[in-house]
């Protein structure tokens, strides 16, 4: 069933490539996936299909981020609508974009250059969002490092509507003012968000053992991708982000609610 090679993820260099030329190395209709796969796509019917390139400016459903959109433009001018992009459950590394021939009777194949193009508001918006987490993340660490016993970051959630960090320990629902005042300046100082490349030792020299991913994450021989906010935080992270701060716009803290030792710290970015 086509190409079993790792598709190449070019938005993690670039994140505001909202066109990109590539190569398709697979179509494969959505009747024909295995059931793993079918399963990342519920609403897939007999007439959609999945398309795997060489490369994929795509940012893929994964790491609290929600998947980009847009379509894949072939020769002839044959258009693919994508409705919705995953991580293969059975190839490893491998992207699948979701959707449909907008035309029947045009359509593109296997080996075709096509020009890739994501819906760059949406793009931006996750961006704000996702950095905005990781900001709401830095600013309850900064702060209840030492006021919150076990406190430790577990996972996030940067979905339009049900944005929010979970932490391990029990945070007080008076802390959601003085989380707040923090993000806030955060913000406002527009500090640096750069992405970085890390291998393992880095992670050492640093003292940041515990974050190390899972090799599994990465080709064999490539480094981690890192995202540091400088003079806020470091986070090991494959998604989009903005360049500085700022960008994130007002980022709200909604509430703080407490379950079986855990907390979740809920937050919203302007529209």
Known sequence: MGSTARTVLAFQHDAKLYTFQTIVTAIHPFSALE???????????????????????????????????????????????????????????????????????AVFTEGATVEQTINADKRVFYSRLHTAGHVLGAAVKHLLAKEVEGLKE???????????????????????????????????????????????EEFRRRGMERLIPDQSLVAPGEKFRVVNIVGADVYPCGGTHVDTTDQCGTTTVRKITRKTGNSKVSYTVNE
């Open 35 to 105: 059931a793993s796969n079918q399963q990342l796509f519920k609403q897939g019917t007999d007439a959609d299909h999945v398309i795997v390139t060489e490369q994929t400016i795509f940012h893929p459903q994964g790491g609290g981020q929600p998947s980009d959109e847009g379509h894949i433009t072939g020769p002839l001018g044959a258009i693919f609508t994508v409705a919705a992009v995953r991580m293969d459950a059975v190839r490893n590394g491998q992207v699948l974009h979701f959707g449909h021939f907008n035309d029947t009777s």
């Open 154 to 200: 577990l996972k996030a959630s940067h979905f339009p509507e049900s944005a929010a960090c979970e932490f391990q320990g029990l945070i007080d629902g008076k802390w959601k003012e003085p989380v707040q005042r923090k993000v806030d300046e955060l913000i406002a100082a527009k500090l640096p968000v750069q992405v970085e490349w890390w291998d393992e």
